[in-house]
């Protein structure tokens, strides 16, 4: 290490100084995972320049470093709440459910849209949430509930204006493989996931744009990487996604945010009950061709059981991430544009965009470790193969 003029050391030790207060004070303000993690990196990149350079150098990099954190932070700054009007879309069960009791006990004013406004869910909502929020019935492949509930959204929030839409809804239907999967359950799919979406965000557009609000998609990581079995959900996903990143350049001309969440495996209702399920079950199989179910065999077909059970044992049962980036997403001053909740999201994210395919291929096979059986015709011998 270099000795140095001790000025300019003792300048250095200042500005250092100064601006990592201003950090701390920065980070105080904002809260949430994002900023703690970029704070670790901040400290890990000036402690790895203060011993690899020689102590100015080391010094005006970490200074640096220090003052961009402090831009970055600024951004993520919450607004507050102020009783802002959110609608979120799916509120039965699941993240919708739990996400509006969260927003509810922030101080937000929570329109929750429900598949079923006599359901247990919007029951719940009703019985253990304050009075400013507003049960909807809002199946979002109705367009006629959609406009019904616009009109009531309007009519509630007055001048106060509406300040975020979260789609929410989705339905996963049966994991099973594209070809057995029937075209009824990708338009089913596509009907909620997407032109649902679609739907309820161009309707309730007109009011984000009054507000300059925020728009938050629940995506999936399935509409970015292609896991094996959910050809039908993941396609309707990977279509939300690409509809998010056009709309967020849109609408940046009007001050619109728009956000995606692509939330890794968490223990919901998505999974289905088991009546769901049976339903389900005999459709597929009602709609298969002869040859193509003998092909594949019952054994292999109906192994979609095991699937759903390793997906909740591969899935975590506490849901507060989503919840806190769904709430960045609202409220903080910059939201990111995308947010992965769930362990190990983000790393299978960008294992897929940087793998090789063969890759990539070989290990989303091995750790999803869905092949617990083969297609009846590929375990046969193969003279037998033949003989047939
Ligand atoms: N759980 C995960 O691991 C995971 C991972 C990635 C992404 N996601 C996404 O996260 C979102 C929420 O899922 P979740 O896990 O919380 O599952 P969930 O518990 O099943 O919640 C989905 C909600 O949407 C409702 N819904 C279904 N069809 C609808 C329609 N046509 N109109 C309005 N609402 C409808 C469901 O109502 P019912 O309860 O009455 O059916 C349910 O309340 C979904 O978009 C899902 O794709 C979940
Ligand atoms: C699933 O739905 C049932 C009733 O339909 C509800 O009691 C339960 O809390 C839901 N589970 C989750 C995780 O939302
Ligand atoms: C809920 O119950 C009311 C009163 O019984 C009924 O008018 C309404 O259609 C029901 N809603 C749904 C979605 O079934
Ligand atoms: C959400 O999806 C809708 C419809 O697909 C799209 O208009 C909107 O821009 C998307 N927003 C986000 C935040 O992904």
Redesign the pocket.
């Known amino acids: 290490m270099s000795t140095l003029p001790s000025e300019t050391a003792w300048l250095c030790l200042a500005v250092t100084a100064a601006l990592g207060g201003l950090v701390l004070c920065q980070l105080k303000k904002s809260p949430g995972q994002v900023g703690r993690k970029v704070v670790c990196l901040a400290g890990l990149w000036g402690g790895a320049c203060l011993l690899s350079l020689s102590l100015f150098w080391g010094l005006i990099l970490f200074s640096l470093s220090c003052f961009l954190l402090y831009i970055y932070l600024s951004g993520q700054e919450l607004l507050p709440v102020d009783q802002k009007a959110v609608l979120i ?9 739990a996400l509006s009791k969260y927003l509810d006990q922030l101080g937000f004013t929570v329109f929750a ?4 406004e006599n ?1 247990s ?1 919007a029951e719940q909502l009703r019985r253990t949430c304050s009075e400013r929020l507003c049960v909807l019935q ?4 109705n367009p006629q509930q959609i406009k019904d509930a616009y009109s009531t959204v309007v009519q509630k929030v007055q001048n106060r204006g509406l300040w975020a839409v979260v789609n ?5 239907g049966l994991p099973a493989d594209g070809e057995l999967i029937p075209m009824s359950h990708y338009k089913q799919c596509m ?3 997407f032109f ?1 979406a679609v739907e309820v965000t161009k309707a309730f557009l007109p009011l984000l744009r009054k507000s300059k609000g925020r728009l938050v998609n ?5 509409g970015e990487i292609p896991l094996l079995k959910l050809a039908s ?1 993941s396609s309707s ?1 990977a279509a939300l996604t690409m509809f998010s990143a056009i709309m967020r350049q849109e609408l940046s001309k009007w001050e619109v945010k728009v956000s995606t969440i ?9 999974t289905g009950t088991s009546e769901m399920l049976e339903k389900l079950e005999k459709d597929l199989l009602d709609h298969l061709n002869p040859d193509v179910q003998e092909e594949y065999g019952q054994d292999y077909i109906l192994a979609y059981r095991r699937i759903l059970t390793s997906f909740s044992v591969h ?1 975590s049962s506490d849901i507060s991430p989503v919840l806190l980036d769904i709430r960045h997403a609202i409220s903080a001053k910059s939201p990111l544009t995308l947010y992965t909740p769930g362990p190990g999201t983000y790393l299978w994210l960008c294992f897929f965009y940087f793998s090789p395919t063969g890759i990539f291929d070989y290990f989303n096979k091995k750790f999803l470790n869905f092949d617990v059986n083969i297609p009846r015709t590929l375990s046969m011998p193969k003279w037998k193969n033949e003989v047939m």
């Open positions: 879309t799916g509120s039965d069960s699941g993240f919708g459910h849209g429900v598949l079923d359901g869910g809002l199946d979002v492949t929410n809804a989705g339905i996963l009907a909620v996931n649902g629940i995506s999936s990581m399935g959900y996903k692509q939330p890794g495996g968490f223990k919901t209702n998505i899935s």
